[in-house]
């Protein structure tokens, strides 16, 4: 692909590969440092937030960001603007070169990369892209008119993505790609407001999202869930949605870097030194897995230093395969480095929902977790609440909505407590409502999941 896409006309927001190159050419131009690296980004961001059935603010914008890295021996600055005249070209190197003479040397200095191959990646969607406002406000018609028809409120957020990356540095490395994302997420609640049904879906390609339907759900939800009852905290069989599995599984891969493991401060470590590579660390099913050119989940090919990114399997049937090396602890240890994808997919099964549901004598069906924090990274510990559609499983059948609670869990507690898993699927796993990082998992039914107050919110 030789150049931008059309957005609102011919133009594309971002820069297409030739037009990324030139500018990248331009500034390296204007350079006295030892070495230089420019990262580009360019495009737009589109977005509509509604509330109380009806849209409450839309807005389009666009922007090119030029991040400047001079180098002179070891000592490295940077700067950026986001204007592309010369002279604040110029002025953009001056200051990152100013800003290296004064910084201190930096002892994992490594020189800057030379031409690299990569992989082509796919991840731009033309839908996506050409989604324009009346198209978002059509989306967002189509869970606001049947929750108000229903006698329920609706509130969400759309959020679209199109733009390119590019890296160059003075020893000759270029690298360009283009991608969109985009998110939908709604919350339904009840008029009295102890009923909340959620639904969120993200992609790379708008054409696989269904509005109407995420709105049925989050409606549904919202009626069952009203009038929740308590139940005691403690150790529960859960069947989690894959949004909720989403929540918790993406943490291990930030959690997977080969340097805390080795330095001892990472659950990867092993004891008495060393990483956990090749040991067995949770259930035999579980397999893990980073794939740039996953078509549910593409990644970036390569990372801010022009790095290439590659295929990696983080577990693979229960036991740790590989951690994340950047270049200096790779070469410290002997490894090869590769920048992460930014994607995850975690492998399933064939059990529905409804049949793990079925198979649980007493238990809880989670819709999704919120306000995830960490606790214990030896552990990859986090708390958190369930949220927007609780419910109590009873021989077989869900009987109730419950009200919220307070978990204490670490995803690597829970994949070793699966009793049963589903087809994956890619899940709208970020707090925000964006489209966040791409991740595919498929739901769980797992033991024990421990569950440490109430919550009364809503």
Request: with cysteine; glycine share 10%; hydrophobic share 40%.
């Amino acid at each position: 692909m030789s150049g931008p896409r059309s957005l609102y006309g011919a133009t594309a927001p971002h820069l297409g590969r030739e037009q990324a190159e030139a500018l990248c050419k331009r500034v390296l131009g204007f350079s006295t440092a030892d070495e230089m690296r420019v990262n580009v980004n360019s495009g737009a961001t589109a977005n509509t937030r509604f509330a109380v059935n009806q849209i409450s603010t839309a807005g389009d914008n666009t922007n090119v960001s030029i991040t400047v890295r001079a180098v002179f021996g070891k000592k490295a600055g940077s700067a950026t603007t986001n204007r592309t005249d010369d002279e604040s070209l110029r002025a953009v190197v001056q200051r990152a070169e100013s800003l290296a003479r004064l910084a201190p040397d930096d002892p994992e200095m490594l020189p800057e990369l030379g031409p690299q191959s990569y992989l082509d990646s796919d991840g731009f969607a033309s839908a996506t892209a050409n989604l324009d406002p009346a198209g978002r406000a059509s989306a967002v018609r189509s869970i606001t008119d049947p929750s108000a028809d229903a006698g329920l409120v609706s509130t969400g957020y759309l959020e679209a993505q199109t733009g390119s990356t590019a890296v160059a540095t003075s020893r000759g490395l270029f690298a360009w790609r283009e991608q969109t994302a985009v998110a939908l997420t709604t919350t339904v609640r009840t008029t009295d407001g102890t009923g909340s049904g959620w639904a969120g879906a993200t992609s790379h390609d708008w054409s696989r999202i269904n509005p109407a339907e995420l709105g049925a759900r989050a409606i549904d939800k919202a009626r069952r869930s009203a009038n929740p009852v308590a139940v005691e905290p403690g150790r529960y069989t859960v069947v989690l949605e894959p949004t909720a599995v989403g929540n918790l599984v993406q943490l291990i891969a930030g959690a997977a870097q080969a340097r805390a493991a080795d330095e001892g401060r990472s659950f990867f470590s092993k004891p008495g030194g060393g990483t956990k590579i090749g040991m067995k660390v949770v259930d035999e099913r579980v397999t893990l897995l980073s794939d740039p050119l996953d078509p549910d989940a593409y990644g970036s090919t390569f990372g801010g230093d022009g790095l290439p990114s590659k295929k990696l399997t983080w577990i693979e049937n229960g036991v740790v395969k590989n951690l994340a090396y950047d270049r200096w602890w790779a070469q410290q240890k002997g490894a090869e480095a590769s920048s992460f994808p930014g994607s995850l997919r975690m492998l399933g099964g064939t059990t529905s929902i409804e049949d793990m549901i079925a198979s649980t004598e007493r238990g809880l069906l989670v819709t999704r977790f919120w306000y995830i924090r960490p606790v214990d990274p030896r552990t990859i510990l986090y708390t958190g609440l369930t949220r927007d559609g609780t419910f109590l499983i009873e021989n077989g059948r869900v009987t109730r909505a419950v009200k919220n609670l307070r978990w204490n869990e670490s995803p690597i507690f829970m994949l070793n407590n699966v009793e049963a898993m589903g087809v994956p699927v890619r899940v709208s796993a970020s707090e925000s409502g964006g489209p966040g990082q791409a991740v595919v998992v498929p739901p769980l039914k797992v033991r024990d999941f421990t569950f440490t107050s109430l919550s009364d919110a809503v």
